[in-house]
């Protein structure tokens, strides 16, 4: 499977952005998916997660209620619509898929798309 990343870029605090995940090589709804993010300095960190149907997510709770996962069998693409955002959501945010049901652990994921910049400007 491969994935492509797309839709970062710089917005001000409080804005918007969608980010997108395509998806090629194999079918796309057999996997799950998650999104994911790497801070400078710092861990990569689960943000959202969606089952193979998307009748299933999950998220982070710093972005509970700001974030929306999503996906769309059809078109082999994940979204992640991010409103609210704040300066400390700046980060490299990667799509991941695997096998199974989604998990908030990275190391459980196959296959990595290769990340879209977000940057949060106050």
């Known amino acids: 499977v491969q994935l492509q990343a797309s839709g970062g870029g710089l917005v001000q605090a409080w804005g918007s952005l969608r980010l997108s995940c395509a998806a090629s090589?194999?079918?796309?709804?057999?996997?799950?998916m998650g999104w994911f993010r790497q801070a400078p300095g710092k861990e990569r960190e689960f943000i959202a997660g969606?089952?193979?149907?998307?009748?299933?997510?999950n998220y982070a709770d710093s972005v509970k209620g700001r974030f929306t996962i999503s996906r769309a069998n059809g078109k082999n693409t994940m979204y992640l619509q991010m409103n609210s955002l704040k300066p400390e959501d700046t980060a490299v945010y990667y799509c991941a898929t695997k096998g199974g049901t989604y998990s908030p652990s990275p190391s459980n994921y196959d296959y990595w798309g290769q990340g879209t910049l977000v940057t949060v400007a106050s």
């Open positions: 969606i089952s193979r149907t998307g009748s299933s997510t």
């Open positions: 090589g194999d079918t796309f709804s057999y996997y799950a």
